[in-house]
């Protein structure tokens, strides 16, 4: 699955906010290593070089198109590609790690996020925010749709690419103990768009992008088509012709108390 730096950053206010919201919520700190993983196109990497001026701040993402826009938008920051497992293999320990909109790609969250706790220097702090929206109406749309049309073989997986998030209980226990300092909570943004075709836009940049890619040029143009029928029919516009799309967020932030 291949990404696009270009349609992600469409939204990139709307997209970044949550970045911000993260990080506001760190303690106070003067970290000497931080690295973001999942950086995408250097949105939220900006945001930890301004906030940490003497850190060697780093950006790790998967997509080659990702990091060529991160590179290009912050070239004094270093940028590597490769996957967030690879990385707590063979990564150096960090003061802060921060993953917004990232780690709900990656599998077995039981495993991942103790991982993420021991790759802290003492002292340093673990922040995430990922997407809890599998069950709002645009992405429960994307997987029905799959499964009734010429492309159901195509996209009989497309519907497990992201797996669902746990709870926020769930998240707690995993990394809570003497030695860590949890705070969990849930926001939901409402993003007021121009109508159901922005929101088609908008995941075109994220969620949707396991459903179009193995599709040929007719079937993409025909699965978005029908997308877009349901979401004006789930999404009424208001009197304005606008659309709000709800977005609820899960923002966690663990602090090593060592």
Request: aromatic share 8%.
């Amino acid at each position: 699955m291949t990404w696009s730096a270009a349609h992600y950053s469409t939204f990139e206010d709307e997209r970044t906010r949550p970045a911000r919201d993260l990080l506001a919520a760190l303690p106070p700190l003067e970290p000497r290593e931080v690295v973001d993983l999942g950086c995408g196109p250097g949105n939220s990497t900006g945001l930890l070089a301004v906030r940490f001026p003497g850190a060697a701040v780093r950006g790790l993402d998967s997509s080659a198109d990702m990091i060529a826009a991160a590179r290009a938008r912050l070239p004094a920051v270093h940028f590597d590609l490769g996957d967030i497992e690879a990385w707590l293999e063979t990564g150096p320990s960090a003061d802060v790690i921060f993953a917004n909109a990232a780690l709900q790609w990656v599998p077995d969250h039981p495993a991942l996020f103790p991982a993420l706790r021991a790759k802290l220097s003492h002292g340093g702090c673990l922040a995430v925010q990922m997407p809890d929206n599998l069950h709002e109406p645009a992405h429960r749309l994307m997987r029905e749709i799959a499964l009734h049309g010429s492309w159901a073989e195509k996209l009989a997986a497309a519907g497990g690419t992201r797996a669902e998030i746990g709870s926020a209980a769930g998240y707690f226990e995993m990394l809570d103990s003497p030695t860590c300092r949890v705070d969990v909570w849930r926001t939901t943004y409402h993003h007021a768009l121009a109508g159901a075709a922005a929101i088609v836009e908008w995941f075109m940049g994220s969620g949707l992008r396991p459903f179009i890619a193995p599709l040929d040029a007719a079937e993409r143009v025909a699965f978005l088509s029908r997308y877009e029928s349901a979401v004006a029919a789930a999404y009424p516009p208001m009197a304005d012709g606008r659309v709000l799309l709800p977005f609820p967020r899960l923002f966690i932030v663990a602090r090593d108390a060592s």
